[in-house]
């Protein structure tokens, strides 16, 4: 299974931009489909984005339109560049691959994330 280790997290304010690393190890990296997840505090995690090996993309409601996703997989990395953040955007972001791409199911083992926090 792939390793992975997120970053790019940091405070900013209503409005800003941010991009978020998935960093993954092994050589299989570019045979997953991977996501983004993230999760608010006293909320469960949610889905965020997803991308295919070929690079077909998928978001939630709440972020279509000023996220977008995206991976090279000769570097093995995925990222998610974050416009126009919203408070509510607030939260610890994890990739994981994943192992239902219909319903956007993530493998169980899961890195320690990168928190975002906006600033109203």
Do not use: H
């Not at 489909?33 to 978001?59: C, D, H, L, N």
């Not at 279509?64 to 990395?77: H, V």
């Not at 791409?101 to 083992?109: M, T």
């Amino acid at each position: 299974q792939v390793q992975l280790v997120e970053s790019g997290g940091g405070l900013v304010q209503a409005g800003g931009s941010l991009r978020l690393s998935c960093a993954a190890s092994g050589r299989t990296f570019s045979m997953y489909s991977m996501g983004w997840f993230r999760q608010a505090p006293g909320k469960e995690r949610e889905f965020v984005a997803a991308i295919k090996w070929s690079g077909i993309t998928s978001y939630a409601d709440s972020v279509k339109g000023r996220f977008t996703i995206s991976r090279d997989n000769a570097k093995n990395t995925m990222y998610l560049q974050m416009n126009s953040l919203k408070p509510e955007d607030t939260a610890v972001y994890y990739c994981n691959a994943l192992s239902n791409w219909e319903i956007k199911k993530p493998y169980d083992s899961w890195g320690q994330g990168t928190q975002v926090t906006v600033s109203s």
